[in-house]
């Protein structure tokens, strides 16, 4: 399984795939758009946008390299939310998953800890919350998601969860925008069910970085449920969480 859209297997550019260079920092941009149900059928994708920031020396850039991917990643959000209507007033939940104990799995955990929101105002419109995974609380992600968009008349879910890549320089670098919701534990087979406009009744927006290969992808005779992880995951994970926590509060402020 992929994660990623432009791991599908497919040739992505005679439907419309672009892929765009920044000038700096050895940074790309693809963008790609399936809006009619034949081609969603074809290419085996879900219909919306997709938008990845590819950004291979970010770890050797360090801060001033994450500040150009908020930005770049803040542009689309923009774009995405002028389109959607989504306004400082919408009502939105941030959707942080993953499993916090494990590194690779706490990208969520390291967005909600940077989000911000003002718990104590009567006009806070914008909650976010850590579910954990099923095997830690028997409770599936997407009853709690619609639990609370319904509690809470949530408008908008902004979804956000760990990835996997089946190119080893694509960990920890490429991150990813769609607005069609996302299928916890896809890309490690194990599958949740999908949170989108249809399964929780509020539009879905899915923002992900990967931080997981399986080891069968770099050597066929590895097993093939071997899931690793780079060796400076824990900081990395950080920084990643920081940028797209970043992207998310200039855009919802």
Same mark, same amino acid.
């Given at each position: ?39 969603? @059928? ?45 306004? !400082? ?64 008349? =949530? ?40 949170? !989108? @406009? ?10 992900? =970085? ?8 770099? !050597? ?13 995951? @824990? ?13 998310? !509060?200039? =855009?919802?402020?």
């Amino acid at each position: 399984m992929f994660d990623l859209v432009d791991e599908c297997g497919k040739d992505l550019k005679e439907y419309g795939y672009s892929v765009k260079s920044e000038g700096c920092y050895n940074i790309t941009t693809a963008s790609l758009l399936i809006e009619s149900e034949e081609k969603s @059928k074809k290419l085996g994708l879900d219909k919306g946008e997709y938008f990845i920031v590819n950004s291979p020396n970010l770890y050797d850039y360090g801060l001033e390299c994450g500040h150009y991917v908020t930005k770049l990643l803040t542009k689309f959000l923009r774009k995405i939310a002028k389109g959607l209507n989504i306004s !400082n007033k919408s009502k939105v939940l941030i959707a942080c998953l993953g499993n916090p104990d494990v590194t690779a799995d706490r990208l969520g955990k390291a967005v909600f800890d940077e989000i911000k929101i003002d718990a104590f105002s009567k006009e806070n419109n914008i909650f976010k919350f850590c579910p954990n995974i099923y095997f830690s609380t028997g409770i599936e992600t997407i009853d709690m998601v619609k639990m609370l968009v319904r509690e809470k008349n =949530v408008e908008f879910v902004f979804i956000i969860d760990s990835l996997t890549t089946n190119a080893i320089s694509r960990l920890g670098t490429s991150f990813q925008i769609t607005t069609n919701g996302m299928t916890p534990g896809s890309g490690v087979n194990r599958f949740g069910k999908r949170i !989108n @406009k249809e399964s929780v009744n509020a539009v879905c927006l899915s923002f992900g =970085v990967p931080f997981m290969i399986f080891a069968s992808d770099l !050597n066929k005779k590895s097993p093939e449920d071997l899931v690793l992880a780079p060796k400076d995951i @824990k900081e990395n994970v950080e920084f990643a969480g920081f940028i797209i926590a970043s992207a998310i !509060n200039e =855009v919802l402020k």
